[in-house]
């Protein structure tokens, strides 16, 4: 599976980007897609998760904040990030989630969010 993020970039406190996640082939195989993020010196975490019947699920930390969405046509995930906060600066990826709710196969490159003034 290719995943390939969109690209990210600086924004400051209160702002908003969405981020998109091309795949290769379709979606719908998959029993989930997720965006997790890793912060320099920190473990990677779940920021969210959409099913392929569309349920989501949000980390406490993003939830209200983030939004997770999926075009089946376009193979794409989406992720609103509104109200950014310095804390969510982190290198962000998208992966498929297993029946388990484990991410399954290869990271992509990720793409970087800064939150600063």
């Known amino acids: 599976v290719q995943l390939v993020e969109s690209r990210g970039g600086l924004v400051q406190p209160g702002g908003s980007l969405r981020l998109s996640c091309a795949v290769s082939?379709?979606?719908?195989?998959?029993?989930?897609m997720g965006w997790y993020r890793q912060a320099p010196g920190q473990k990677r975490e779940l920021v969210a998760t959409i099913t392929s019947g569309g349920s989501t699920n949000y980390a406490a930390s993003v939830k209200g904040r983030f939004t997770i969405s999926r075009d089946n046509a376009k193979n794409t995930v989406y992720l609103q990030m509104n109200s950014l906060k310095p804390e969510d600066t982190a290198v962000y990826y998208c992966?498929?989630?297993?029946?388990?709710?484990?991410?399954?196969?290869?990271w992509g490159q990720g793409t970087q969010v800064t939150v600063s003034s």
């Open positions: 992966i498929p989630i297993n029946t388990v709710g484990s991410p399954f196969g290869s």
């Open positions: 082939g379709s979606i719908f195989r998959f029993n989930a």
